[in-house]
């Protein structure tokens, strides 16, 4: 008997509201053209993981991680510079402004403001609001850091969640570094839908789920950082 069903798993969005998070990713999306625009801008990514917030994929509980993407610039209206100074609580110096290391953000608390917009899969989580944690000193992590210039991160690109990989794929350049996107049939975790406007809630690699929209490609890679790198103020 020939029988349709959907083969693919998806979990909810997290619920709108105000969590504590601490930042645990730094991405590098790398160069992406926006075919509507005609424009080319460099984008990043960052990841934070939702303290106390679980998610159930399969029999196996992870810890939830939701993200959001920016292109990188500290310019007067950018997106990025708004959300670093209200997450810091203050504005950026003009010599930081000359050239600010992100890599300050890792290991960073944060309350984030969590609202649901709609695609063309239906709702999704975005972060909406980043202000600092206060009172309290979140959990060390180690911080993931791929970045596209630096190929001692490349190693980590193979455990990244799929659709992250396809979407560095996309990025001006690629095909230089050598990397390549892992088949379909070489997952180390559950498969899930790729989709472009609410993510699989994973794609294989090692990384828990990001409950997040799917927008341009990232970057991400581990950087020779302690396992146990105490919260950062930047």
């Excluded at 790398?30 to 917030?53: D, Y």
Aim: proline letters at 10%; charged letters at 20%; a negative charge.
């Amino acid at each position: 008997m020939l029988i349709a069903k959907e083969n693919s798993e998806r979990i909810p969005p997290m619920p709108e509201g105000m969590y504590e998070a601490v930042c645990t990713m730094l991405i590098d999306m790398g160069v992406q053209n926006n075919p509507r625009f005609g424009t080319s801008s460099r984008k990043i990514r960052l990841v934070w993981e939702v303290l106390g917030q679980t998610v159930k994929i399969g029999d196996q509980e992870y810890p939830r991680q939701i993200s959001k993407e920016f292109t990188n610039s500290l310019s007067d209206k950018s997106n990025l510079r708004k959300a670093l100074q209200s997450w810091r609580g203050k504005s950026f110096t003009p010599q930081e402004l000359k050239g600010f290391d992100l890599r300050k953000v890792l290991g960073a608390g944060a309350v984030l403001q969590v609202m649901h917009k709609t695609g063309e899969n239906g709702d999704y989580a975005t972060i909406e609001t980043i202000i600092p944690m206060v009172g309290k000193k979140p959990p060390a992590v180690k911080p993931v850091v791929f970045d596209l210039d630096d190929a001692g991160t490349y190693p980590t690109f193979q455990s990244l969640p799929r659709y992250i990989q396809e979407g560095i794929a996309k990025s001006e350049g690629f095909e230089f570094t050598g990397l390549t996107v892992a088949p379909k049939n070489n997952q180390t975790q559950p498969p899930l839908p790729d989709d472009s406007s609410a993510p699989p809630v994973h794609g294989g690699g090692m990384y828990p789920p990001v409950d997040d929209q799917y927008g341009e490609p990232p970057v991400v890679g581990f950087y020779d950082i302690p396992d146990q790198m105490p919260a950062t103020v930047f």
